[in-house]
């Protein structure tokens, strides 16, 4: 159990356009998503915390405008790169948890590998 | 500020070699949870254990085994007769309490390498 999926895994895009990236928990609700971003051979950084039916919480420096996120469901949350740029290519992984509660566990996605020419 | 130090960028070993990855956090909660995670070339991150801050025995687990030590703040993580397939970037983790909740912070990651 506790399997979390990401569509697509790669995807390269024109700069100036906008990619939406999905993460499903397909046997667990997930009332929490998390969406991380990495650099390679560097450590994953949150970019924002996702409660379902609620707005996202972005950390400091992360711009809201620029990664829209939307937890619209308990097993659905996309993350759309608008307008995006070559320095916006990074390897973005999802996780999910049941709920809020620090006892609860992150599962994670495969992650997406973001080109931007 | 929750802080989670890895110090060793780096590991190679020979195969079948005993090979412990050190991991050291900072924190001012009092209830915490440490993780371990493993990200092989294939980028996806696999869990491998979660400790809580109140749960000092150490876990073993078939080849992998994990020492809790509260009073230096470490949670070193041992792989006894590494394997090929054991080459993988791992990550120490540290969430929960008062002031992060369950925000996950992540080590900068080890690269360990088993050669054959």
């Known amino acids: 159990g506790a399997v979390v999926s990401q569509h697509p895994s790669r995807v390269i895009c024109k700069s100036g356009t906008s990619v939406k990236i999905e993460c499903r928990s397909l046997d667990f609700q997930a009332t929490t998503m998390f969406w991380y971003r990495q650099f390679p051979k560097k450590s994953l950084m949150l970019m924002a915390t996702s409660n379902e039916g609620s707005k996202a919480t972005y950390e400091q420096g992360v711009e809201k405008d620029k990664f829209l996120i939307n937890h619209a469901s308990l097993t659905l949350s996309t993350l759309t790169v608008t307008s995006a740029h070559p320095e916006d290519s990074s390897f973005y992984i999802c996780?999910?948890?049941?709920?809020?509660?620090?006892?609860?566990?992150?599962?994670f996605g495969p992650g997406t590998r973001l080109t931007v020419l | 500020a929750q802080k989670v130090t890895q110090a060793q960028t780096e590991i190679s070993v020979v195969e079948k070699e005993d090979v412990t990855l050190d991991c050291v956090y900072e924190t001012r909660d009092t209830t915490y949870y440490l993780f371990w995670y493993k990200q092989p070339p294939s980028g996806e991150l696999v869990f491998l254990i979660r400790r809580n801050s109140f749960d000092e025995q150490n876990e073993i687990s078939g080849r992998y085994s994990w020492n809790f030590q509260k009073s230096t703040s470490s949670f070193n993580f041992t792989i006894t007769a590494s394997q090929v397939v054991d080459s993988a970037v791992y990550f120490c983790a540290l969430s929960g309490g008062e002031t992060s909740g369950s925000r996950l912070t992540f080590g900068e990651g080890t690269q360990l390498t088993v050669n054959p």
């Open positions: 996780s999910a948890a049941r709920t809020s509660a620090i006892t609860d566990t992150q599962y």
